[in-house]
């Protein structure tokens, strides 16, 4: 069973330093046949609902399932102040009240990994309309080329901090296109084809100050005491202090688009 990480205790943090995808993966959702514009959405595990309003710009009618009441009430603040109208349903992914088939597309950003995988993917066959859309996607930032990630992943281990993949993510080094690739037999076994999966490579430019941020609402940070988790990222800072004001961290995202039956 996979040890719960409670994103509640950095609501106000995520809701401003996590990251958005760049607009092109819509573009690549439709070379895939995958329309949003008039479709029902469902975006699992939304949190401060970011990626809620990504689809909601491309025309999606978007509902948000979140297990954190602190991360709904983030998201419905930046909805308001962006002029979004989202819904959000203070759920579990794994049972969700809400009719059968009754969405085109059900996506999962950064999310699936803290599944229970077994249990959302019978609600993810549930809630699909016939020939519907599972979209799983995941992104991280690549230490290998960023001498600042890895300096920062270095302190952060140096005081003390279990640095490991995320969930799941641990369960298997065997990688397809940055996913486990015993997702891919599960999903085959539950009766989704694979239309596509592929992985981008992006860059993100931070503030000294923003890069923190992000680093504090990382899953391995998020059971760190508030006082230690401070004196991380002061020594952070400090290593950092004579970088350029704008550090380039390379990211990548992987994308599986599948569809029902």
């Known amino acids: 069973m996979l040890k719960k990480v409670s994103f509640g205790q950095v609501a106000s943090d995520y809701a401003k330093f996590r990251d958005e995808l760049p607009q092109v993966i819509f573009e690549q959702f439709k070379q895939r046949g995958v329309e949003l514009s008039g479709k029902k ?3 699992l595990g939304s949190g401060s609902g970011i990626f ?3 689809l909601a710009s491309q025309g999606a009618s978007v ?9 709904i009430k983030e998201a419905a603040a930046l909805d308001s102040s962006q002029g979004y109208n ?4 203070h759920s579990q992914a794994e049972i969700v009240d809400w009719p059968d088939r009754s969405q085109d597309v059900i996506t999962a950003l950064r999310a699936w990994h803290w599944f229970d995988r077994t249990a959302v993917i019978r609600e993810v066959q549930r809630l699909l309309k ?4 599972l979209i799983v996607i995941q992104s991280v930032f690549v230490p290998r080329l960023s001498e600042v990630a890895q300096q920062t992943l270095q302190i952060v281990k140096d005081s003390g901090v279990e640095v490991k993949p995320a969930g799941a ?15 891919f037999r599960e999903w085959e076994e539950a009766g989704f084809q694979l239309i596509d999966v592929w992985e981008y490579d992006y860059d993100l430019s931070f503030s000294i ?3 923190c941020g992000k680093v504090r609402t990382i899953s391995w940070m998020t059971s760190v005491e508030e006082a230690a988790k401070n004196d991380i990222l002061t020594e952070i800072k400090n290593h950092l202090s004579k970088c350029d004001v704008l550090l ?6 992987s994308v599986a688009v599948l569809q029902m039956p």
């Open 41 to 43: 959405v469902m975006d």
């Open 52 to 54: 809620s309003r990504a």
């Open 63 to 71: 509902v948000g399932i979140e297990p954190e009441r602190s991360l």
């Open 86 to 89: 989202i819904q959000y349903l």
């Open 130 to 133: 016939p020939r519907g859309h």
């Open 169 to 183: 993510m641990g369960e298997t080094k065997e990688r397809r296109c940055g996913f486990p690739v015993h997702w």
């Open 209 to 211: 100050e923003e890069w």
């Open 248 to 253: 380039v961290i390379p990211h990548q995202y």
